[in-house]
């Protein structure tokens, strides 16, 4: 199924819904689509819905002139829901208190504009405080919102727009031409627009390498019993140290909220309630006996920076609105509003200059120095071979995979390098021109690989990026898209190289066949140069190939054992049989080894361990560099017969007697 509009939004919380209603009230005739995976899994769903810039302490600056911005835009934007839905949103500017049990340091965040009060004053706006308050600020300006009504009513009023709501789709990739995206390919077919809008929170980096990541925050609702003078006897918010108090009109007390970097852990824990109510009861006391109504945790979408990205992507018609981290709720109008007008107007708006994407995507990446190769090891990136070979093994004598030519037929990797300088230099003085790069631990800076997709010159350097990490064909082919993403992003615009691993074996490293196959047959479906990692199995090389796989890589033996090759005779078949090029991948251990290969007809190598934990990689680099072209050499040579039986080297004829 192909299903076309004039803006795909990726995501159905907060941010995407107002950007779609937006864009409908800013032009009827407009065709939006809205896909959601799971409205229930959204950090919009879990929120506080505080709309409180000042409590929340922003510092002055673009993020505070953004959120006040938004603030002062509230009243009238749920008035307009309002009045298109008939459906209420619990919108209250009711004023946040903010007790603190120390007295404020000098270098406090600016927030002296509004009312400091004294330990008597503020327990007048808010009888029954704990002890432990000293005093505190009164934030008049800030208020609340029912996030999950406000939600319900976002819902309504897109679809009484005529906003195509798709829930339960997921999108699964981005697919890309030309720095153009295509289509969206979905588990339920693919769809096309002219404008896409990743508004997916912090799920944005299944879809593209950005910074975005989860910070889980355990929630609870209690139940305020009413009092006589006034319904409640909480009225407004109180956001005190580590934690808040939003009083809903109906009586539901919002009791946030914890912020931790567990990565996806789902569940409320016990800890995470156990922290949430002593911070609450030492706040209001009172609340320790009331009823509890609820518990709940979400994602919210973290950032580095901890500011969102507003504006356009790695592609010229992909617009992002993510990363609102603590205060989507509080920037959805704003954000729809200029999402907006930069689809409909293409002018950037001066309020989204300081949160642009592009802060992220430098399209020009820094590239270290590589240190000049000592003296001692000549060069061999642009070897000069001996004369008598040069028929042999002259510039024709390339690889080609996929359509693209090198002229170095030993591909290495990054991992396990004693520094970026040494791994640096390695890749030089081997004089190889495929890096691989594991998408996984570059994506998520693990120990190692921190700076590493930098540290390489892309332009003279082809990227191989690798699933490894990946134990199912789904993992696999969800990082082989983000690995075609983060090869764009570095520079490489029209490199679909994939070199796939599907390992679910930690102890050997051994890769799942049919795995592999799965994966690759939907990865060439995609339009990737699959180059798979498999045994040495010619039956499965040939299905691989069968299935448009760019090469086959089997195994030497297992990956950093330095076992060499043990599998030659299934090497020789799958060489004997392949269409394709055959690359010796793992398990290398020496120069000697390489050249085996490549003496074997194997058309390159790929070696990471045995030049990364040599004593000295540079020069291990540049000895395999050499094995592996005089393998190939000696290949392209056609090696002497082996006989039974000695035969003299000098001639048996005309012998002196
Ligand atoms: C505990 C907690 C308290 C918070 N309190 C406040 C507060 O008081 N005030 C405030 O302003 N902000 C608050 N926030 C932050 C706020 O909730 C978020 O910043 C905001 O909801 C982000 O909205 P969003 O639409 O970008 O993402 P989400 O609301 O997370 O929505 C993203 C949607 O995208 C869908 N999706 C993901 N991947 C895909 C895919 N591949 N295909 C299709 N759909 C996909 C998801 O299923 C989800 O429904 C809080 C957040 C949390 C977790
Ligand atoms: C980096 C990489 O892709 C390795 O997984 C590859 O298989 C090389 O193996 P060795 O480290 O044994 O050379």
Not at 104 to 125: C, F, K, M, Q, V
Not at 267 to 296: C, K, M, V, Y
Request: with cysteine; charged share 15%.
């Amino acid at each position: 199924m192909q299903t076309t509009s004039d803006v795909l939004i990726i995501g159905g919380g907060i941010i995407g819904l107002a950007i779609a209603v937006e864009l409908k009230l800013k032009q009827r005739q407009l065709q939006v689509t809205v896909l959601s995976r799971d409205f229930a899994q959204a950090a919009s769903h879990a929120a506080a819905g505080m709309l409180a810039p000042h409590a929340e302490q922003i510092a002055p600056g673009p993020m505070l002139e953004l959120c006040l911005a938004s603030r002062w835009r509230y009243g009238e934007w749920v008035e307009k829901l309002a009045q298109l839905t008939g459906m209420e949103t619990g919108y209250n500017p009711c004023g946040i208190l903010s007790p603190v049990f120390e007295a404020p340091h000098g270098n406090a965040p600016n927030i002296s504009s509004n009312p400091w009060l004294d330990r008597e004053t503020i327990r007048h706006y808010q009888p029954g405080l704990g002890e432990d308050v000293i005093g505190g600020w009164w934030h008049p300006d800030d208020g609340q919102v029912d996030n999950r009504k406000l939600i319900s009513a976002l819902r309504q009023a897109a679809q009484s727009l005529g906003v195509r709501i798709q829930e339960g789709v997921t999108v699964q990739a981005i697919a890309q031409r030309h720095g153009q995206v295509t289509e969206l390919l979905t588990d339920q077919g693919s769809f096309q627009a002219d404008t896409y809008v990743l508004a997916n929170g912090s799920w944005a980096k299944e879809l593209l390498p950005l910074p975005v990541f989860p910070v889980k925050g355990q929630m609870m609702a209690l139940r305020m019993p009413a009092g006589t003078h006034q319904p409640y006897p909480l009225q407004r918010v109180l956001f005190g140290p580590q934690t808040y108090l939003v009083p809903r009109r109906d009586g539901r007390l919002i009791v946030g909220a914890t912020s931790e970097r567990v990565d996806w852990e789902p569940h409320n824990t016990p800890q995470g309630i156990q922290t949430l109510l002593s911070r609450a009861i030492r706040l209001f006391p009172a609340l320790a006996d009331w009823a509890i109504e609820d518990f709940w945790w979400g994602f919210r979408p973290g950032t580095p920076d901890e500011l969102p990205f507003l504006g356009y992507g790695p592609c010229d018609n992909l617009v992002l609105a993510i990363g609102h981290y603590r205060n989507g709720i509080l920037l959805a109008p704003i954000t729809a509003v200029l999402i907006s007008d930069l689809i409909l107007d293409r002018n950037v708006p001066p309020l989204i200059k300081a949160f642009s994407p592009q802060r992220f995507f430098t399209p020009n990446p820094p590239v270290l120095p590589c240190r000049p190769m000592t003296a001692v090891f000549p060069s061999v990136a642009n070897p000069s071979l001996p004369h008598a070979a040069e028929n042999v093994a002259d510039s024709e004598d390339l690889l080609e995979i996929a359509g693209r030519k090198f002229h170095s037929r030993l591909m290495t990797g990054t991992g396990k390098y004693p520094s970026l300088t040494t791994m640096q230099d390695s890749v030089a003085s081997s004089g190889c021109q495929i890096v691989t790069v594991a998408v996984r631990r570059v994506q998520t800076n693990a120990p190692g690989h921190e700076g590493l997709a930098e540290a390489i010159d892309w332009s003279t350097i082809w990227m191989l990026p690798n699933t490894a990490g990946c134990q199912t064909a789904e993992e696999a082919i969800r990082v082989a898209r983000l690995g075609r993403e983060m090869a764009k992003l570095l520079g490489q615009e029209d490199n679909n190289f994939i070199k796939l691993e599907v390992i679910p074996d930690t102890q050997y490293l051994l890769p799942d066949p049919i795995g592999t196959l799965e994966a690759a047959e939907q990865l060439v479906k995609e339009g990737f140069a699959v180059l798979p990692y498999i045994n040495a199995d010619p039956l499965l090389a040939k299905r691989l190939e069968e299935v448009g796989c760019a090469t086959v890589m089997p195994l030497g033996s297992p990956i950093g054992s330095g076992q060499g090759i043990r599998n030659a005779a299934n090497i020789a078949i799958i060489i004997e049989n392949a269409k394709v090029p055959v690359v010796v991948d793992a398990g290398i251990g020496t120069p000697s080894e390489a050249a085996q290969a490549m003496e074997m007809g194997a058309d390159a190598v790929l070696i990471n361990s045995a030049i990364a934990m040599a004593a000295n990689p540079v020069a291990m680099a540049q000895a395999m560099g050499m094995a592996t072209q005089a393998g190939r050499l000696a290949y392209l040579s056609g090696r002497m017969p082996i006989k039974n039986q000695a035969n003299a080297s000098s001639p048996l004829t005309g012998l002196v007697v």
